[in-house]
């Protein structure tokens, strides 16, 4: 009996007939396919896959079958950087800058993140949850069973508090995996202009305690950057995150090399996303300690960015490379985890199986989530996207058109455009 078959069928509760599985079992190496394929699911898990010519005897009475009908079947996608919780939106600034107006001009017009932190502080907690429920329903329909959102437009306590609570709303109202990540240390708040280092007292002595205790967050993230925060003020959060048991993640290296990936290699970060400024010696400490690079194609093209990710060098070193929308309202207001696979390919240079990679397992690495979520794998989540495609790599060749024919999370068919 071989290790596919070594679940007794009779605790099958679904079985998917007639399927070609592209199980990214290999991470960015292949598609891991298996074709002519079936899949059984058991309590929420993967119990059986393989050839359906090996498909072992079952009770036709005791799981409820569906036919693929040849379809593909690939993990679900993990969207692993996302700000899908914010007040109000930042079109009037768009419109400027294509009028010409400098970065400087829009903030002295009350533009910019301060101008997002304060559309997100005054709203309310049902408010901020209207605005992000579409946001993230956009993502689930195109295929997304889990999804990172980051705090990071409150700035204060109560504010930082408001936007993880939405985040663990919109978990309770879509069939979607979120995890939180609490970003205090985004930006500098107005009322603390020249004063960064109080800032991060604040965010590590009462934000980070607070957030710690009542479970509010998955993992901590800091904005390390000569706009944002210096490598001394991000070890100080980092500190503190991992004093409280709370794994850390980065923005770093995105518009200048600080050395802010090499700092959160140091922690054992789960990622350092952005990185277009990356040099050899950050992707070293990376591949040392594991952190995955996670590469955020829609803020590149929405800002014109010119300076590309080191890809070689990330593939040199056997990096793993996420992909991910980056959605929020000033740098990336973009909610299609698909024209992400395509920019990944156009903009990036990544191949296809590289960017599905970047959206299934090597996402679900990202979030701390790889033993669990982003391969089709005995044991594994049953979360998993059926395609109306001929092979993989048209995920990553075509976007507009949604060929996403069913969805199941948890073992549940969460959604179904088969009937």
Same mark, same amino acid.
């Given at each position: 009996?071989?290790?596919?078959?070594?679940?007794?069928?009779?605790? @099958?509760?679904?079985?998917?007939?007639?399927?070609?599985? %592209?199980?990214?079992?290999? /991470?960015?190496?292949?598609?891991?396919?298996?074709?002519?394929?079936?899949?059984?699911?058991?309590?929420?898990?993967?119990?059986?896959?393989?050839?359906?010519?090996?498909?072992? $005897?079952?009770?036709?009475?005791?799981?409820?079958?569906?036919?693929? &009908? /040849? %379809? @593909?079947?690939? #993990?679900?996608?993990?969207?692993?950087?996302?700000?899908?919780?914010?007040?109000?939106?930042?079109?009037?600034?768009?419109?400027?800058?294509?009028? *010409?107006?400098?970065?400087?001009?829009?903030?002295?017009?009350?533009?910019?993140?301060?101008?997002?932190?304060?559309?997100?502080?005054?709203?309310?907690?049902?408010?901020?949850?209207?605005?992000?429920?579409?946001?993230?329903? !956009?993502?689930?329909?195109? *295929?997304?069973?889990?999804?990172?959102?980051?705090? /990071?437009?409150?700035?204060?306590?109560?504010? +930082?508090?408001?936007?993880?609570?939405?985040? +663990?709303?919109?978990?309770?109202?879509?069939?979607?995996?979120?995890?939180?990540?609490?970003?205090?240390?985004?930006?500098?708040?107005?009322?603390? &202009? *020249?004063?960064?280092?109080?800032?991060?007292?604040?965010? !590590?002595?009462?934000?980070?305690?607070?957030?710690?205790?009542?479970?509010?967050? $998955?993992?901590?993230?800091?904005?390390?950057?000569?706009?944002?925060?210096?490598?001394?003020?991000?070890?100080?959060?980092?500190? &503190?995150?991992?004093?409280?048991?709370? #794994?850390? &993640?980065? =923005?770093?290296?995105?518009?200048?090399?600080?050395?802010?990936?090499?700092?959160?290699?140091?922690?054992?970060?789960?990622?350092?996303?952005?990185?277009?400024?990356?040099?050899?010696? /950050?992707?070293?400490?990376?591949?040392?300690?594991?952190?995955? %690079?996670?590469?955020?194609?829609?803020?590149?093209?929405?800002?014109?960015?010119?300076?590309?990710?080191?890809?070689?060098?990330?593939?040199?070193?056997?990096? #793993?490379?996420?992909?991910?929308?980056?959605?929020? #309202?000033?740098?990336?207001?973009? =909610?299609?985890?698909?024209?992400?696979?395509?920019?990944? !390919?156009?903009?990036?240079?990544?191949?296809?199986?590289?960017?599905?990679?970047?959206?299934? !397992?090597?996402?679900?690495?990202?979030?701390?989530?790889?033993?669990?979520?982003?391969?089709?794998?005995? *044991?594994?989540?049953? $979360?998993?996207?059926? @395609?109306?495609?001929?092979?993989?790599? +048209?995920?990553?060749?075509?976007?507009?058109?949604?060929?996403?024919? %069913?969805?199941?999370?948890?073992?549940?068919?969460?959604?179904?455009?088969?009937?």
């Amino acid at each position: 009996m071989t290790m596919q078959q070594a679940i007794n069928s009779t605790s @099958w509760q679904t079985l998917w007939l007639n399927v070609n599985i %592209a199980s990214m079992n290999d /991470g960015a190496s292949s598609y891991g396919i298996i074709e002519h394929a079936a899949l059984a699911i058991a309590e929420g898990k993967i119990v059986w896959l393989g050839k359906m010519q090996d498909l072992p $005897d079952y009770d036709e009475q005791q799981p409820q079958v569906f036919d693929g &009908k /040849g %379809a @593909w079947l690939t #993990p679900g996608l993990v969207d692993c950087h996302t700000h899908l919780v914010y007040g109000g939106n930042r079109a009037n600034e768009f419109e400027m800058r294509l009028q *010409g107006a400098s970065y400087q001009e829009i903030a002295e017009a009350g533009g910019g993140i301060v101008s997002t932190v304060a559309a997100t502080r005054a709203a309310s907690e049902q408010a901020l949850f209207d605005a992000a429920l579409p946001r993230l329903k !956009c993502l689930f329909e195109q *295929g997304v069973t889990c999804v990172e959102i980051k705090s /990071g437009y409150g700035l204060n306590t109560d504010t +930082e508090i408001k936007m993880l609570k939405v985040a +663990e709303k919109l978990a309770e109202t879509l069939p979607v995996t979120v995890k939180r990540t609490f970003l205090g240390a985004h930006a500098l708040p107005v009322e603390y &202009k *020249g004063r960064a280092d109080d800032y991060i007292e604040l965010v !590590c002595q009462e934000m980070l305690p607070i957030i710690a205790k009542e479970k509010l967050a $998955d993992a901590v993230d800091v904005f390390c950057e000569s706009v944002g925060f210096s490598l001394e003020q991000t070890q100080r959060v980092f500190a &503190k995150a991992k004093a409280l048991e709370l #794994p850390v &993640k980065i =923005h770093a290296e995105q518009l200048s090399n600080l050395g802010g990936s090499a700092l959160a290699a140091k922690y054992q970060a789960l990622s350092a996303d952005h990185i277009e400024y990356l040099d050899e010696a /950050g992707v070293n400490a990376m591949a040392t300690s594991g952190t995955t %690079a996670v590469l955020l194609p829609g803020a590149f093209y929405f800002l014109r960015e010119k300076q590309l990710p080191p890809i070689e060098l990330l593939r040199k070193y056997k990096v #793993p490379m996420a992909i991910a929308t980056d959605a929020n #309202p000033g740098s990336s207001p973009i =909610h299609s985890l698909q024209l992400m696979l395509n920019m990944a !390919c156009t903009l990036f240079q990544l191949t296809p199986v590289e960017a599905l990679a970047g959206v299934t !397992c090597n996402g679900a690495q990202a979030l701390g989530l790889g033993q669990t979520k982003g391969k089709i794998a005995l *044991g594994y989540d049953a $979360d998993f996207a059926l @395609w109306n495609i001929s092979q993989p790599a +048209e995920l990553c060749y075509q976007f507009g058109v949604n060929p996403l024919v %069913a969805l199941i999370q948890n073992g549940k068919l969460v959604i179904n455009h088969q009937a």
